[in-house]
Structure formats: structure tokens, C-alpha cells
């Protein structure tokens, strides 16, 4: 891979983890604000601003390995004015944005493939968005699937179960630098690539 090469994978695939990761991480935030938790706010979360939701190596592992993660929108379940209904409707916002964007962005690439870097971006883009979408559902903290999970549980077990997210973190990077991770992930992430092939057009 030359220079020119690697730098169009970052720069497009940059643009597409914004793409991918703000509107997910606004709108969750916004809801759960909307549903009595002011903690979203309180740090920053409710903002468009994409540094306050990326994560440095999540954002890495999307560039170069086509799948990552984002900053998880710190939500206090008991905070909210239905907990278990409302947590688990703010678990779910992220994967559900996640497919919108998926589709919005498959069609604005096939609208605007007359630019290469355009359709490259996007593609990029709707790809990185099924691809979390779907993996966000894995049931490891933080992940949304942790707490999906966390919302079904007893209400008892949730807030003990929420204390464990920085293990998962920890787990999950564990996973990615042994490349153990990348390994479950390569298949999986063929897949994503080769239907939005077929969805891009």
C-alpha cells in the first residue's frame, strides 16, 4: 500500500466513522435525556461535535479492520422515569439508528457515485453502520447488547451488572490486540461488505 493509497483509507474511512458513530450517539444521548436521565447532557454527550463520542482505538479498528466502536453514552437506568421500559429503549436506539443510517447512506451512494471519494465515503459508511448495527448486539459491556441484556434482567442485578462495563471495555481490547477479535469479526465483516456491494450498487 503506498502513501496516497493509505491516506484515502484514512480520510474516507475517517469521515465514515463520523458519519456512523454521531448521528447513533447524539440521538441516544437525546432520548435518554428525554427520558429524565440528565446525564448525557451533564457530560458533554448531547452535542454533534464527533469528539465527544469517538473512541481513539474503536475509530483505529473501523479504518483499518472495518469494524470498531464508539465512546459508550454514559445512561443512569435509574435515572429515567420508566427504568427498565425507557433503559431498554435507549439500548436499542443505537442498533436502530444504525440501519437507518445503513439505508440512507446506500442510497445517497448510489445517487452520488459520479465522485469517488463521495461513493467511497458513504459506502464506507453505510458499510460501518450495519457492521455496529449488528455488533452492538453482542452481549459485551458496553456494548448495547450488555444492556439490552441489563434492561431484561431483575432490576435487582442491573445496576450491579452496569458496574462491570469497564471489564468489558478491557475484555474487548484484550480480544482486538491478541487479535482474537478480528479473527470472529473477519467473516462477519465479508458479509456486511458484500451486501452493501450489492445495496450501493
Given at each position: 500500500m503506498n502513501l496516497e493509497t493509505l491516506f484515502r483509507q484514512i480520510v474516507t474511512g475517517f469521515l465514515a466513522v463520523?458519519?456512523?458513530?454521531?448521528?447513533?450517539?447524539?440521538?441516544?444521548?437525546?432520548?435518554?435525556?428525554?427520558?429524565?436521565?440528565?446525564?448525557?447532557?451533564?457530560?458533554?454527550?448531547?452535542?454533534?461535535?464527533?469528539?465527544?463520542?469517538?473512541?481513539?482505538?474503536?475509530?483505529?479498528?473501523?479504518?483499518?479492520?472495518?469494524?470498531?466502536?464508539?465512546?459508550?453514552?454514559?445512561?443512569?437506568?435509574?435515572?429515567?422515569?420508566?427504568?427498565?421500559?425507557?433503559?431498554?429503549?435507549?439500548?436499542?436506539?443505537?442498533?436502530?439508528?444504525?440501519?437507518?443510517?445503513?439505508?440512507?447512506?446506500?442510497?445517497?451512494?448510489?445517487?452520488?457515485?459520479?465522485?469517488?471519494?463521495?461513493?467511497?465515503?458513504?459506502?464506507?459508511?453505510?458499510?460501518?453502520?450495519?457492521?455496529?448495527?449488528l455488533f452492538s448486539l453482542f452481549p459485551i459491556p458496553p456494548l448495547d447488547g450488555s444492556r439490552i441484556l441489563g434492561a431484561l434482567l431483575p432490576e435487582s442485578y442491573t445496576e450491579w451488572y452496569l458496574k462491570y462495563e469497564v471489564y468489558g471495555v478491557l475484555f474487548m481490547l484484550a480480544l482486538l490486540f491478541l487479535w482474537i477479535m478480528p479473527l470472529i469479526m473477519n467473516p462477519f465483516v465479508k458479509f456486511i461488505e458484500k451486501l452493501t456491494i450489492i445495496f450501493t450498487g
Amino acid at each position: 500500500m503506498n502513501l496516497e493509497t493509505l491516506f484515502r483509507q484514512i480520510v474516507t474511512g475517517f469521515l465514515a466513522v463520523v458519519l456512523t458513530i454521531v448521528p447513533r450517539e447524539y440521538f441516544k444521548a437525546r432520548l435518554a435525556v428525554r427520558l429524565g436521565d440528565q446525564t448525557p447532557a451533564k457530560v458533554g454527550r448531547t452535542s454533534l461535535n464527533p469528539f465527544v463520542h469517538l473512541d481513539p482505538i474503536g475509530t483505529l479498528a473501523f479504518i483499518f479492520l472495518n469494524f470498531g466502536w464508539s465512546r459508550p453514552v454514559p445512561v443512569r437506568p435509574w435515572n429515567l422515569r420508566k427504568r427498565r421500559k425507557h433503559f431498554l429503549l435507549v439500548s436499542l436506539t443505537g442498533p436502530a439508528i444504525g440501519m437507518v443510517c445503513f439505508l440512507l447512506y446506500g442510497v445517497f451512494a448510489r445517487s452520488l457515485n459520479n465522485s469517488e471519494l463521495v461513493f467511497e465515503t458513504l459506502s464506507k459508511a453505510a458499510r460501518f453502520s450495519l457492521t455496529y448495527a449488528l455488533f452492538s448486539l453482542f452481549p459485551i459491556p458496553p456494548l448495547d447488547g450488555s444492556r439490552i441484556l441489563g434492561a431484561l434482567l431483575p432490576e435487582s442485578y442491573t445496576e450491579w451488572y452496569l458496574k462491570y462495563e469497564v471489564y468489558g471495555v478491557l475484555f474487548m481490547l484484550a480480544l482486538l490486540f491478541l487479535w482474537i477479535m478480528p479473527l470472529i469479526m473477519n467473516p462477519f465483516v465479508k458479509f456486511i461488505e458484500k451486501l452493501t456491494i450489492i445495496f450501493t450498487g
